[in-house]
């Protein structure tokens, strides 16, 4: 073969392959800057898909995890989610306001439903919303519901649901108060997690910020703690489980975890954020233009229901949670990898009523709807 002929085919063959490694990632990323610059017609889609799930009867969600524990947290969480998309939107669009503040509603009033809390209430024998008086924890349901309705009391000083937001809270902080020196509550009997704990300090903090409520003290304790009892001095990751009498780790530190904790401690607008997200960014990694968040530190492990699959190491719950804390922290470049990976393993699904992302189902819709419209950092 002349070697004129032969060195075509060879620029040939290497273009060939740039094609094939380079296109994927850029057809994939390629809306990832009008998410993160907060586009309104991006985000009027995404919420468009997530109306969808609300306007559906709450009996034909389903989750088929073969747990009753699993599909109770994901029913709740799917609420939860949309409540804190359909917030965020309104709170970065104002024009999206009376609109998006009714569909809050529903999706709080979804959440409350029995079936919303049935997980925690079987698995502590008595109904989380009946047992405010109580000391139990219950942060399978309270952490997660007050955080939806802290958002809304954002939007509506006088929510109707200000008084059970104020019961809620009240309980909440009296309960860590009671604990004392950082302690954390139980999410269910004898298990705790200091993720579901992040969810709830996030949750106080915004009802203090919208209702004029004290609860400072107990913030600034818990999150403390987090710093110098429940975070690994290597990693930087929040421990994804610890022993409810004594805060020593019962599980590796994990991304997963860590990225959950990140995005709902900063819808509270909470410093305590940054370092987490400092940490996340560490694990960062990059396949071909798909960016992704390690789910653990140095060492092996394997995902679970938490983390979801784990993928050359890469977590996939924790690189979705870290798409919000990107677009939250500024970091333009980390969010596009990130959200390359989400489009591509999301499956979206785009008519002209609005984009879904089909994988997941409703949980995973609801969800990526959140993480993509977490609010900046101001």
Request: glycine share 12%.
């Amino acid at each position: 073969m002349p070697r004129s002929r032969w060195l075509a085919r060879l620029v040939a063959l290497l273009a060939g392959a740039g094609v094939v490694t380079v296109v994927p990632a850029w057809w994939c990323g390629r809306r990832a800057d009008a998410f993160f610059d907060g586009d309104l017609g991006a985000q009027r889609a995404l919420a468009s898909g997530v109306r969808e799930w609300l306007e559906r009867d709450p009996a034909t969600l389903t989750f088929g995890t073969g747990s009753p524990r699993f599909d109770g947290e994901w029913y709740l969480i799917t609420h939860v989610a949309a409540a804190i998309g359909l917030a965020q939107t309104a709170l970065e669009h104002p024009e999206l306001g009376s609109e998006h503040a009714r569909l809050v509603e529903r999706a709080i009033d979804r959440a409350l439903l029995p079936r919303g809390r049935a997980h925690d209430a079987l698995a502590w024998s008595e109904d989380p919303l009946e047992a405010l008086d109580g000391d139990r924890g219950h942060l399978a349901f309270l952490g997660y519901a007050n955080l939806a309705l802290s958002m809304h009391r954002r939007l509506e000083p006088r929510s109707r649901f200000s008084r059970l937001n104020d019961e809620i809270t009240a309980a909440l902080a009296r309960r860590f108060a009671r604990h004392g020196s950082g302690a954390l509550l139980e999410s269910y009997p004898a298990e705790t997690y200091p993720a579901d704990n992040a969810a709830a300090i996030a949750s106080i903090a915004l009802h203090d910020r919208a209702a004029g409520g004290q609860n400072s003290d107990v913030v600034q304790d818990v999150l403390s703690a987090f710093s110098t009892r429940y975070r690994d001095p290597r990693s930087g990751f929040l421990y994804q489980r610890v022993d409810s009498e004594t805060g020593a780790p019962r599980d590796a530190a994990r991304a997963s975890g860590t990225a959950l904790a990140a995005f709902v401690l900063g819808a509270a607008g909470l410093d305590a954020a940054r370092p987490l997200w400092r940490s996340l960014a560490r694990q960062f990694d990059d396949v071909l233009g798909f960016g992704g968040v390690r789910e653990y530190g140095p060492g092996d492990g394997a995902g679970d229901v938490d983390s979801g699959p784990v993928i050359f190491g890469l977590g996939v719950s924790a690189s979705g949670f870290a798409l919000a804390a990107a677009r939250r922290h500024g970091d333009r470049e980390r969010f596009r990898g990130l959200f390359a990976s989400a489009w591509l393993f999301g499956l979206p699904y785009e008519t002209k009523a609005g984009l879904r992302f089909v994988s997941g189902g409703a949980v995973g819709d609801t969800l990526l709807f959140a993480l993509l419209t977490a609010g900046r950092a101001r």
